[in-house]
């Protein structure tokens, strides 16, 4: 029998186990703290360090670890996305990351509906190459753009649509995996087994027979069950058979076995074919109560998914003007008080027509329960998809409240049978009151598994609570005769209660079955057998001994540093939350390592992932990075500058500062400002390279160049002449393989009418039809690229808008020394070097500027965009002031204004046909601002114009960064991800690119000119 494993005091040769490793394996081998520090924590509260992190490029180099870790008696821990929410991938151990190479279709099976896959492949990945085949993988999990079918295996997954398709469990075919003894076994038809499976399958029979009126009390009769092993395949407790024909399948044993029994190589699944259409019928109810007393009839109506959203949730999204409209078409009357609850049911199927029926019967059924007219029905697909939408975002609006108090989760999946849903989910709502704390309710009705977190603080207070929720849920859960894991596994959290569930004498078997797979406890130990206490405080990421070194910042994090009322969830005055780090610290806390920055979809974040899918280069990566740094938890030679170490430094090298994850993280994780944070410690220790200072400078030099004769042409020869381009590569650091922009002796400044846009806040208000402007005119479009900014005046003018262009000769105030330069600036470029004073002397001038005629509602409009979003993003937290507020209300892109404009009626934009198709590219920042529709809507009034919004992530170049010798391979990665061959498969099409590097990249990397927005509005004209 095994021994329980004390992993505190678990002896290994860390040394010996990486240089084996290096020889035996083609494998990546980390051992630093940093690196096993990204491989420490889950969705979960737990974090262990890893002995040591492998990422295998080989089935033979997973073997060979296995093999040397058992000869070295280290535990072997496979992971997937890390994406578990009860920490079953921590734990010290060689932890091996799959998700990397082992992502393959190995063999797709349309015949018989089946395929076979490696275990890192995505599930998103999975159905987008099946979607062709009419069919998918039916488990779909909310972390569908990041679980792994391994992981998913691992745990037992189940998807919302678990009560038509069943869980993991249910459609899992066969499982070939390597045993303890690095021999590899094939689990699945259990009639048909030989060799180690039938072996392993006969004992775990016998088990089974002996105790079968054990398992028949013991286990819960819902289908969401996923604790303990599931010794229950040979008698089925579950309400859906684990297989059709009533076969019993071996593959079952290692499903929900979180990676203690043996190490998936490849998995066969049952697919499904793809619904082809689906309708949605969305009931208002008035009580809570009712909602969840009325699912257990709703379901009797075939729908393939129930899911609730409760009243919170509807007014957070109510309350966000993004999610606002859609939310309120699915409510009976939007000006009557939010429902209590909504219930979202879809139907689907191959015709149409019945899923109408569908949903009168759904209209039926409510007019009989006593809540006749309460149904909204929704047969349209595009308005079904926002909606959905809206439910994923309103979970990420509760999980992105700031303070140490955090939604967490424990008891957020117990399942209970669904007559007793409506007493089950009252009663737990008494408990969270009793104990000072609040659940908001969402997910899975149809199955009875209702997603809840109380909001504990687990520095403080919260591991009382928890344990106090805990059993008071658990006594609930026996009283409804439920189960208490019913979604996201054991792992630490719930280990312990799997006794509670099953009773001493399976909890035996359960043993007896780990040993006799894994007879040195060897994978991942601790997990299943022989659990932890869920609140062993040695095991949290956050333990009461959790410290934060004192630092002062360069930015003001002070909205980050505060405390929250776990109740109200009202949080104190910024400043106020006691964070040495004067709030960093706590804004890097905010990433609760729920994966979600490894997608790959049409969205931005994160470009450096998506290139090198190294943990290192994610948002996760990073903010753990800097937690474990700003903790003090790191070894670090260079300690006297935590925040500017190498460690940090590591990860932020590919971080291209798009601000992508400010918008598309849930809890808003912003890596560009701390970015930011990390150039300015870094270059204090470092100090500044030439190449800073070109690029930092370069909007206080850019006039001079210009200005002096011959030598723009001068400077633009290295464009030319190879040999000086590899000079300057050498000496600065300079791709010699890119072309730099054009210097040029014409520039905006130097023309003669470029001083004609000289008003002041009272003349542009007092204009007599209120059309006045401000129109900056940014280094780049100033100095490179004029055309631009003539393009924008002559569109501007023609709309009858009166233009102030600032510069500085009209402000009384003359220059500062530090600043000294003619032309106002935003101070993109200082940040960019970590020069933040600067920045802030520059941008502060601007500010102080715009200010007044920000102070007369005047709008402030830019054309590069990560210039013109400096006003609404880095100047907020620069302690500028209300100055820099009512500016940034202000500031907008030039189609942001006009697409405005033409909304409200202002402004009737005549233009001409296009005589070819338009492309779109938006820049990071603007997506990250939500700036991209204002420019397509804008495009779609050009005739035939008919414009495409190019789906890509960055393009690479991010500023200098694509300039940047060490990041050009990197850089021209990002872009031929999928922007430079969208660009090439529609040769005839204008092109379309408001950022100045975007259309650089592009011409770099296409040959074809992308042009501003601005050029093409002012052609059609
Ligand atoms: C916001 C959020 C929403 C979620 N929604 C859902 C949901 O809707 N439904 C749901 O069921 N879960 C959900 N989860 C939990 C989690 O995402 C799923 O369990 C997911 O399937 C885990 O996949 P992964 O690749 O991240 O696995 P990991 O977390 O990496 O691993 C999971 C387990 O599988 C084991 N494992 C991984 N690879 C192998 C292998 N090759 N061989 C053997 N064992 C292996 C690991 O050791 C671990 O024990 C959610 C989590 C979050 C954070
Ligand atoms: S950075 Fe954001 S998206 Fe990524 S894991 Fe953390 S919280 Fe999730
Ligand atoms: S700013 Fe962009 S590159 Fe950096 S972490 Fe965020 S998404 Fe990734």
Redesign the pocket.
């Known amino acids: 029998m095994n021994k329980p494993l004390d992993l505190r005091e678990l002896m290994v040769d860390q040394a010996e186990l990486a240089k084996r490793l290096r020889q035996e394996t083609s494998g990546e081998v980390m051992t630093d703290s940093a690196s096993r520090g990204r491989y420490a924590t ?2 979960s509260i737990y974090q262990a360090m890893p002995v040591a992190v492998f990422v295998p490029k080989t089935t033979q180099d997973i073997a060979n670890a296995i093999r040397i870790a058992a000869e070295l008696g280290v535990p072997v ?9 009860c920490g ?2 921590t734990g010290a151990a060689l932890v091996i990351d ?2 990397k190479y082992f992502r393959n279709v190995l063999d797709l099976n349309l015949d018989k509906g089946y395929v076979e896959v490696e ?1 890192g492949i995505v599930l998103d990945h999975l159905n987008s190459s099946l979607k062709q085949h009419g069919l998918w993988y039916p488990v779909d ?3 569908s753009g ?3 079918i ?6 037992n ?4 649509r678990s009560i038509a398709y069943g869980n993991m469990v249910h459609n899992v075919l066969g499982i070939d ?1 390597w045993l303890a003894t690095g021999e590899v076994a094939q689990f699945a038809n259990y009639a048909n087994s030989s060799g180690a499976a039938k072996q392993l399958g006969d004992f775990v029979k016998d088990l089974a027979t002996t105790l079968t009126p054990e398992i028949e009390a013991h286990f819960p009769k819902v289908l969401r069950r996923v604790a303990g092993y599931n010794l229950d395949i040979f008698n089925p407790q579950s309400e859906l058979p684990y297989t059709q024909d009533g076969s019993v399948n071996l593959a079952h044993l290692l499903v929900g ?3 203690t029994l ?3 190589k490849s998995l066969k699944l049952k697919l499904a074919p793809l619904p082809q259409h689906k309708v949605l019928g969305i009931v208002n109810f008035a009580s809570f109560y009712k909602a969840m007393d009325s699912a257990q009839h709703i379901v009797k109506l075939g729908p393939t998914a129930v899911e609730l959203v409760d009243r919170t949730m509807i007014d957070l999204a109510r309350s966000n003007p993004s999610f606002k409209k859609t939310i309120e078409t699915s409510l009976i009357d939007h000006t009557a008080q939010t429902p209590e609850a909504i219930l979202l049911v879809e139907f689907s199927g191959e015709a149409h027509a019945p899923l109408l029926d569908k949903l009168k019967a759904l209209q039926e059924l409510m007019s009989d329960l006593g809540l006749p007219g309460s149904v909204v029905t929704m047969p349209d697909a595009s308005l079904q998809k926002n909606l959905w939408e809206v439910r994923k975002a309103g ?1 990420n609006i509760m999980m992105s409240l700031k303070g140490d108090g955090k939604p967490v989760s424990f008891i957020e999946d117990c399942a209970v049978p669904l007559e007793s849903l409506a007493d089950y989910t009252q009663a737990l709502t008494d408990v969270f009151s009793k104990y000072g704390s609040r659940g908001t309710w969402y997910a899975h009705a149809s199955v009875g598994t209702l997603h809840v977190r109380p909001i504990l603080d687990m520095r403080r207070d919260g591991a009382q609570k928890m344990r106090a929720v805990a059993e008071e849920a658990s006594a609930l859960v026996r009283k409804y005769k439920g189960a208490y894991s019913g ?3 054991d792992g630490l959290c719930r280990g312990e209660w799997i006794s509670w569930q099953f009773g001493p004498k399976i909890t035996e078997a359960l043993a007896e079955i780990k040993h006799a797979f894994d007879p040195k406890g060897l994978f ?1 130990p601790g ?1 299943i057998v022989n659990p932890p206490k869920m609140d062993d405080s040695i095991n949290f990421r956050f333990p009461p001994s959790y410290k934060v070194i004192p630092l002062q910042p360069a930015l003001d994090w002070s909205a980050w540093n505060v405390q929250n009322d776990p109740v109200t969830e009202e949080t104190t005055a910024p400043g106020t939350g006691g964070d040495p780090a004067m709030g960093l610290a706590k804004a890097v806390e905010m990433c609760n390592n ?2 979600h920055c490894r997608k790959f979809d049409a969205e931005v974040m994160c470009p450096s992932y998506r290139v090198t899918r190294d943990e290192k280069h994610l948002t996760r990566g990073r903010a753990n990075t800097l937690r474990l740094a700003l903790s003090n938890q790191l070894d670090m030679k260079d300690e006297s500058s935590p925040l500017g170490s190498d460690a940090i430094k590591e990860v932020m090298e590919l971080c291209v500062s798009c601000k992508a994850c400010r918008r598309e993280c849930p809890t808003g994780v912003d890596m560009a400002k701390m970015k930011i944070e990390f150039l300015s410690a870094y270059k204090k220790r470092v100090g500044h390279s030439l190449r800073d200072l070109a690029v930092a400078y370069l909007p206080q030099y850019a006039g001079t160049i210009s200005s002096i004769p011959l030598l723009p042409a001068i400077l633009n020869l290295r464009n030319h002449i190879g040999p000086i381009a590899k000079l300057q590569e050498w000496i600065m650091g300079i791709s010699a393989q890119r072309s730099l922009p054009i210097w040029k002796s014409k520039t905006f400044w130097s023309q003669k009418e470029s001083n004609a846009y000289q008003y002041t806040p009272e003349q542009l208000a007092s204009n007599a039809d209120g059309k006045g402007v401000v129109l900056l005119a940014d280094t780049f479009n100033a100095y490179f690229e004029d055309e631009n900014l003539q393009a924008a005046l002559k569109v501007l003018k023609a709309a009858g808008y009166r233009v102030h262009i600032p510069h500085k000769s009209q402000t009384k105030k003359v220059a500062s020394e530090s600043t000294c330069s003619k032309e106002f600036c935003c101070g993109r470029t200082y940040l960019a070097a970590g020069m933040v004073d600067k920045a802030k002397a520059t941008l502060g001038e601007l500010v102080d500027h715009l200010a007044p005629y920000a102070d007369k509602n005047i709008p402030i409009i830019g054309l590069e965009p990560s210039c013109l979003f400096t006003l609404r993003d880095e100047a907020l937290v620069m302690g500028f002031g209300e100055r820099a507020v009512s500016v940034s209300k202000q500031a907008q892109l030039l189609e942001e204004f006009l697409a405005s404009e033409v909304k409200s009626g202002k402004l009737n934009l005549q233009l001409k046909a296009s005589d070819k198709p338009v492309l779109f590219h938006g820049h990071c920042h603007q997506k990250s601002f939500a700036a991209v529709t204002p420019a397509m809507e804008l495009l779609k009034l050009i005739p035939n114009a008919e414009p495409k919004l190019i789906e890509s992530s960055c393009c690479g170049m991010a500023g200098s960064f694509g300039y940047e010798a060490e990041h050009i391979e990197v850089s021209k990665q990002m872009a031929e991800a999928s922007l430079l061959p969208s660009i090439r498969k529609s040769p005839n099409a204008w092109v379309v690119a408001d950022g100045t590097s975007c259309r650089h990249q592009i011409a770099d990397g296409t040959q074809r000119e992308a042009v501003h927005i601005a050029r093409i509005l002012a052609a059609q004209l």
């Open positions: 889950d969705a821990l496979p992971r997937g996305g890390g994406t578990s929410q079953q991938t799959n998700s275990p999990v909310s972390t990041q679980a792994t391994g992981g998913m295996a691992g745990n997954s189940c998807g919302s995996a076995s979180e990676g043996a190490y998936f979970l979604e996201h596994g991942n997990k729920n994966g």
